[in-house]
């Protein structure tokens, strides 16, 4: 993995994508799988919508942070494998065959085979809505890696890969951040 500047982070996760969610609750890591996600604004500001009936919940409660790791289209079947069984029970890093990479500011692991990684601190939880706010800490992100489309879940059991890219950042200047 190579450090992708945090005001990146965002273009990783405003299209939507599926994406797994690393913790560690003090003695042994997990992971999940999750949908529902939304960007605040440019600053690496994210949500994602979970409850407690997760194990991963307790330590996004305990620990405030965790790790939001970008799966490429290659990698459904272990999306759906992670996100069927619970770590409660379940190693799922042995029985899905996840490498682990250390983070640099947290104690939930990276996901070394996916695409990107975005390392974050809780930042508030609307328990009344199950809404985890985050604030990424930093971002990383695998140049190599030939499978490059995200997934996007339908959200009846189907799912889609990014498609066609189209280009209009000449028109839409005056919205974007410095830089980007
Ligand atoms: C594709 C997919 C998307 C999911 N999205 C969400 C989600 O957005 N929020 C949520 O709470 N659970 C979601 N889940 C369910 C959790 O990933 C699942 O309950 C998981 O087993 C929890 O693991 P844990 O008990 O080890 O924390 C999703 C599952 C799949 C397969």
Request: charged share 25%; glycine share 8%.
């Amino acid at each position: 993995m190579e450090k992708l500047p945090l005001g990146r982070a965002f273009t990783l996760i405003e299209p939507g994508p599926v994406v797994l969610v690393t913790t560690r609750d003090g003695e042994r890591d997990n992971v999940m799988a999750i949908s529902w996600t939304l960007v605040l604004d440019f600053t690496a500001r994210f949500a994602l919508t979970t409850g407690a009936w997760n194990h991963s919940y307790a330590a996004l409660l305990k620990t405030r942070e965790c790790v939001l790791a970008l799966p490429a289209a290659d990698q459904l079947d272990t999306v759906i494998g992670v996100g069927t069984c619970s770590g409660r029970d379940t190693d799922k890093f042995a029985r899905f065959g996840l490498a682990r990479a250390k983070a640099s500011r947290v104690q939930a692991p990276l996901l070394a085979d996916c695409l990107a990684n975005i390392e974050c601190r809780v930042e508030d939880i609307v328990e009344a809505h199950g809404i985890v706010v985050l604030q990424g800490l930093a971002a990383w992100i695998d140049p190599a890696r030939k499978e490059r489309r995200l997934l996007h879940a339908v959200g009846d059991g189907t799912f889609t890969a990014d498609g066609e890219r189209f280009d209009r950042r000449v028109a839409m200047r005056d919205k974007l951040p410095e830089g980007l």
